[in-house]
């Protein structure tokens, strides 16, 4: 072989050398690109969706939770299309009988943690009940207040017809209270199931005052004339609200709880005049 053949055969054989080393790298470089990509695609397709919350969610709550839950409702039902919230207000003892009872239900809200221990003693509740607002006491009299009630005192009155919860009742229960702070006595003329059956009969005007709250007074507008009275700072209440342990729509149950406990919730529970826990 001449020297100039073995110049050009190893000239070849540079170039192929560079030719196999370009290959390799760009198979490589592929490689890496479609490793890159795959993950991406994985990740994207395995990103779960929030789930679209329907059906109806029944909610236990205490009577006078009726106005600002009834708002909520109507806020939840607008943020949730395909779903229903549907009530059962009343006395918080009554309701509490009704959940250890069987009665289908995804939420209680109660008046008093007292009356939530009827439902968690029974473990029908999923976790631990949370405080979401308090609520004081306040007289209920006839608007313009013509037997001109003052204080708590001032229903002991002979002549005078109040009413009161039934001592079962948190309202009652709170009214007890109070009434054993101030070392007053009184019998009133009846003992109604709930608060609303209580300040009923003020509005009726079957009654000349009542000790009710204060979300119950504002709620009735010019129908009634709240008064204040230092003794119920010794008897508020707190309000408990969980999801229950058979509730048939459950993640409704937390949805509605959620909104309750939101920034939204909160206001409209503080305008109806309940307190922050």
Do not use: W
Request: with cysteine; glycine share 6%; charged share 25%.
């Amino acid at each position: 072989m001449t020297r100039s053949a073995r110049r050009t055969r190893r000239m070849l054989q540079v170039a192929g050398a560079g030719v196999a080393a370009l290959l390799a790298l760009s198979a490589c470089s592929s490689s890496d690109d479609s490793s890159d990509a795959s993950p991406k695609s994985d990740k994207s397709a395995s990103s779960p969706a929030s789930p679209k919350l329907s059906g109806t969610v029944t909610v236990f709550a205490a009577a006078s939770l009726k106005e600002s839950f009834t708002t909520l409702g109507k806020e939840f039902e607008k943020q949730h299309p395909g779903t229903k919230v549907s009530f059962n207000f009343g006395g918080s003892d009554t309701l509490a009988a009704s959940i250890t009872g069987g009665a289908p239900a995804d939420v209680f809200a109660a008046a008093s943690p007292k009356t939530m221990a009827i439902v968690t003693d029974k473990q029908d509740a999923v976790g631990t009940p949370v405080t979401f607002v308090r609520n004081q006491l306040e007289i209920a009299t006839l608007p313009g207040n013509p037997h001109k009630v003052a204080s708590l005192k001032d229903l002991t009155k002979s002549g005078l017809k109040v009413v009161l919860c039934d001592k079962t009742v948190p309202c009652g229960a709170a009214a007890q209270k109070a009434l054993e702070a101030s070392k007053l006595k009184l019998t009133p003329a009846s003992y109604e199931e709930d608060v609303k059956s209580a300040l009923n009969k003020v509005v009726l005007k079957e009654a000349d005052g009542a000790v009710v709250y204060k979300t119950d007074v504002k709620a009735a507008g010019d129908k009634v004339e709240g008064v204040e009275f230092p003794e119920s700072a010794k008897a508020i209440n707190d309000y408990p609200i969980t999801v229950l342990k058979d509730a048939p729509n459950a993640e409704a149950a937390k949805a509605f709880i959620a909104l309750v406990e939101s920034a939204e919730g909160r206001q409209v529970l503080t305008q109806a005049g309940f307190l922050k826990p």
